[in-house]
């Protein structure tokens, strides 16, 4: 391999659709485009050639045009019209796995709140990354996540060329059953198998972009007329040459883009506060309840009991509390990155609700990846100066969040 490695990494956070105060996303979107990345090295094809559901056995199964196959189990069972809905899958790219599942079901919701749209979405995602490593067992590396709730693929794929290596990680983040998201093994995290999976491709300490979602972020979403790509680089934490790549080549293309340096500071305790508030949140919407007599009150709390758990909760169950207090919300290691997301106005979200990641999305977000790895390697000493100076070794995190599978 190059010495000048360069990774490129995106995830799929399985049902991790909505946060608080409105923000709503597709967090399969890095997924989806790191993973046609890889589609267009290995000449894969991602479309669903079948999918399936079994009702007694409580299964869905989702299987390539290339072979790759997976299934998953959703946690309250499989009615027969959900099974008739699965199969509209059929022939759809299954590396648009988030939108595979909304446009079979109208929508979706994590927190175990809705399980088979989640359950379908992972199935596809899992048969993505299966049907890459089948179809390159040696040069693309698989690995399961080794979380005691989850069973997402991990797969990731080096390429050498003159002047660089290149490596890309992708990544499902799926908990079984459909009730996540657990996301602690998201971005470029380097813990339990995935750390032995980045050990595998030399890129546990080299210059990163992290592929994250394509969202509606409000206060931000509200002042667009179309929607725009978001580069994210917290100031003293995260990798400023990589970031400046992403917003010229962007630019360079004629793309939209932002550039904030604001969004991804260095807050330690805020997962814990935030999972405090929100359980307080629930505490207070429990004792109305117990206080409740008509029918009307009751169903008045519960309701907003639902919405609490279908979305807002999806902000604090995504990430573990120690975490979260190094990688932020992106799973991002300092020193080491920049994000890059797709943000939506709010005319898009008034009309689709639920955003979600379409093939030219993915298409433009490769050609500014594409044009930003050449730019990084351009700069590659100055990218590594800052990654050395600010670099945190998270791996002291093991024995808190990872069980190893043998």
Known sequence: ???????????????????????????????GVVGAMIADLLQADTRIAEASADVAENSIRVTTM???????????????AEADLVGRARMQDALLCQSVA????????????????????AAAANAVVDGFHRG???????????????????????????????????????????????EDLEGNIPLGSKRHLMERLNMLRCPTIVVESKAYLPSISDQLDQNTFLVRAQRDIDNPVVARALVEAAKELGLPVIFRDDLLPDNPG???????????????????????????????VVAGLAQ???????????LSNPLHDVVRGTGSIPGTSAVLSLLVSRKYYDRWKIPLLESQDAARAKQIISRAIDKVARQYDAACNHLHEHYVDIAHLEEILVEEHE
């Open 1 to 31: 391999m190059s010495d000048n490695t360069i990774a490129v990494a995106g995830h799929a956070g399985i049902g991790h659709v909505h946060g608080v105060a409105g923000f709503v996303q597709d967090d399969t979107a890095g997924f």
């Open 66 to 80: 290339d072979g790759g196959t997976c299934t998953t189990h959703p946690r309250r069972g499989i009615t027969p």
């Open 102 to 121: 909304v446009n079979c079901f109208g929508r979706m919701y994590g927190q175990g709140a809705l399980e088979t749209p989640v359950a379908l979405a």
């Open 136 to 182: 390159a067992p040696t040069a693309f590396i698989m690995m399961e996540e080794s979380l005691p709730l989850n069973a997402g693929m991990i797969g990731g794929i080096a390429k050498e060329f003159a002047d660089k290596t290149v490596c890309y990680l992708t990544s499902v983040n799926y908990t079984s059953g459909g009730i996540g998201p657990v």
């Open 270 to 300: 805020l997962m814990q506060r935030d999972t405090a508030a929100l359980a307080d949140r629930l505490m207070h919407c429990a004792e109305h309840l117990k206080q409740s007599e008509l029918a009307s009150d009751k169903v008045k």
């Open 308 to 318: 609490l758990i279908s979305q807002d909760a999806g902000a604090i169950t995504c």
